[in-house]
Structure formats: C-alpha cells, structure tokens
C-alpha cells in the first residue's frame, strides 16, 4: 500500500483481515488516507464513507474480537493444564531432547553437545564463535539455549504467546518444574547466567537506552540497539515478529516530553473541579430537603385520608429511589475530588521530574528518570504510541 502497487484488497470475510478490533480500526484509518479499500464477498465495501456502514462494521469486528478472544482463552487454559502437568506444551523439542508422549525425553547424542556448549562458554568462548562451532547458523540459537531452564529439568511457562496474530516471546514468563531429566547440573547453568548478564552489563552500561518498556503493535517487545554503521545513535526495534525498526531515542525522546507535557496540562485543572463539586453538592443538598419537604405533607395528606395507600407507598418509593441516587451522587463527587487531589500531588511530582530532564545532561541520570515516570510505552503503529505514566492514576 505504501508503494502504490494496488488500491484494493479483497478478502472472503471480515474476520479474515484481521480478528483484533484496534488492528482493525489502525488499518482501516491507514487505507482511507492512502485510499486503498477494503473489499469483503461477504459484507461488501469495508471502506465506504457511510457512517452506517462504518457502525455495522465495527459491530462485527467486535464481535470477531471478543470471539478471537474466547478461544485464545480455551487454547490457554488447555496449555497451562498441560504445562502444570509437567508436559511439553507443544512445538520441535529443545537441542538435547525427543518427546515421548509429551514427555522429553534425554537424546543422548546430542545431550554431550549442549554440555560441551555450556562448558566452552564458561571458560571464556563467544557466542559467534560456538555457533560456527557447532554449525547452527544462527548466534540466537545458542543465546537461547544458554538461557534455557528446560536443561535442568524445568519448562518455561508463556514464555511464547499469540498476540495479533503474531507469535510473542515474553521477557518475562513462569518457570515450573518439569517431568523431564535435566543435562547441565544447576551450578554450571546459573554460572553461564551469571558472566551472560555481567557480559551484558559491559556492552551496553547504564545511561545507554532511556527507554525499556516498549511494546510494538504487533505484541512482541521492543528493545533499544546501537546504529553502528550510520552513527544516528540508538534506535528501538521489535525483537520478536515482526522485527521492525520502529523509532530513533533522540526522536522518542523529543515525543515523549511532549506528551508529558501535555499530560500535566490536562490534569492541572483541580481548582475548577473543586468549584463545579462544590456547586453540584449545593444543589443536591436542597433537592434532599426538598424531598423532605415533600414527604411530610405526603404523609399529612395520606394521615387525613385525602391519598389512597397504593399512591402513598408508590410516591414514597420515587422518593426514597431519588435520595440513594442522590446519595450516589455524592459519594462519586468525594472521590472525584480526591483524585484530583491525588493528580495535583502526582502532577507536581511529575513537573520536578521533567525540570531535572530539562536541566540534565548526565544520561545514566535521563535513564533513572525516564524508569520512575513512565510504565510502559505502547505502539499502535509507527507514528503513534500510547503512554502509560506512573504517576497520573
């Protein structure tokens, strides 16, 4: 679509574009501004400028999420039943292991080749260099199964999901104890763990990427890299699906600020709340009495025999109905305020975070601070992403 090497796309049905409905609606937005469309045999044009068709449309583009949703619910459910079990959960075994109904099962044969691997490793020997070692072809291949829990006899639970139709691996996952015989002993697995992570530390030392919770729109995780051959610096990059460049840190950096900014201009608005909750509870207050008001000479009247009991009890019900609306009411405008309260608190912790962003220079600094503000940095395509920021809520 980019290129302009077509200006339709057909598909059988909806569902068959995608099932995830802010997948849908990202795509659907970018095919209007490049005008592509969207044809399905089954529902017709997806793209018409008709605000009906636009309605059904993401009727059924919800209710192709929620379904998605259901069965990725059964599916997890069924893995994790397995998982607990102490069963492989699906998918080739791990370098060292056949499966035998479920269960791994030692491959003798190459079992010598995954200790020899993790040996070399400890005494001083590369990534790169056991990889051409051992003919794997590719350096992934070997950092993975370094860190592998499942060579001393444990199974990585989530660590692989499908997230919008891609297949995620999360940084972070269960460990659970396994129905299978381990090949490295415990001692020589947590010492590779341990010169990985101190190798890791010297590669890239603190101050280098400011930014660490990234998710990329298509659910994988993104991770900062160095630009080695044009020297623009540092860039952020899906690490899992799709493995797209998504941003430079100095142009992440410049959009993020903007967005904090903007964050403490929406929420600097206590004073105003204050006087609108004020007058709110006014009115309220004088609608009770009010209801009071009323009540006595309801009863006055019903005592004297001028209203019959049925529109007695009736009106009485209305009336007893409007006061725990009211009380309701109240109720929500106490905490209303008292978040506010709390965002006032929470905006000017924010501010003094951005002043020492503003007057520091030191990155190691720039990373410690970026790590307190913000929780998570969440892509919906290339050009637009949604912050999460810890102190706002």
Request: glycine share 8%; proline share 1%; charged share 35%.
């Amino acid at each position: 679509m980019e290129d302009e090497r077509f200006n339709k796309v057909v598909v059988w049905e909806l569902s068959r574009a995608t099932r995830d409905f802010m997948a849908y609606k990202v795509m659907i937005m970018r095919m209007a501004e490049l005008g592509v469309e969207l044809h399905s045999i089954q529902e017709g044009i997806l793209t018409e400028g008709d605000i009906d068709v636009e309605f059904s449309n993401d009727i059924r583009a919800l209710i192709n999420s929620h379904e998605r949703k259901r069965t990725a619910k059964r599916v997890k459910s069924r893995m994790e039943h397995i998982a607990r079990s102490g069963r492989w959960t699906g998918g080739p075994p791990p370098h060292g292991y056949r499966l035998k109904d479920k269960i791994l099962v030692v491959n003798e044969d190459e079992a010598d080749r995954v200790r020899e691997i993790f040996n070399l490793y400890l005494r001083g020997e590369g990534i790169a260099a056991l990889t051409r070692r051992f003919g794997f072809g590719d350096v992934k291949k070997i950092r993975r199964m370094l860190k592998n829990e499942v060579y001393i006899g444990k199974l990585k639970f989530r660590q692989q999901e499908s997230k919008n139709g891609f297949v995620v691996r999360n940084k972070e996952y269960e460990v659970i104890e396994g129905n299978h015989e381990g090949i490295v002993e415990e001692g020589l697995f947590y010492g590779v763990q341990e010169l990985m992570e101190r190798k890791q530390r010297r590669k890239n030392p603190a101050g280098t990427y400011l930014f660490h919770k990234l998710k990329c729109f298509c659910g994988g995780s993104i991770y900062g890299r160095r630009d080695k051959r044009s020297k623009k610096g540092v860039y952020y990059q899906c690490m899992n699906s799709c493995g797209k460049k998504i941003i430079y840190q100095d142009v992440l950096l410049e959009k993020v600020l903007k967005e904090l900014k903007g964050s403490i201009e929406r929420f600097s608005c206590l004073e105003e709340v204050e006087i609108n909750n004020k007058a709110q509870r006014r009115m309220y207050k004088k609608e009770v009495r009010d209801l009071d008001r009323q009540e006595e000479k309801l009863l006055e009247k019903y005592l004297d025999g001028k209203v019959p009991e049925r529109l007695y009890d009736s009106q009485m019900e209305r009336y007893n109905t409007r006061r725990e609306e009211i009380k309701k009411e109240l109720l929500r405008l106490e905490r209303l305020e008292g978040n506010q309260k709390a965002r006032e608190g929470n905006r000017k912790i924010l501010l003094n975070y951005l002043e020492q962003i503003d007057s520091t220079k030191d990155m190691v600094t720039l990373e410690k601070v970026m790590g307190l503000i913000i929780d998570e940095i969440e892509f919906i395509d290339h050009f637009e992403f949604n912050l999460k920021v810890n102190f706002l809520d």
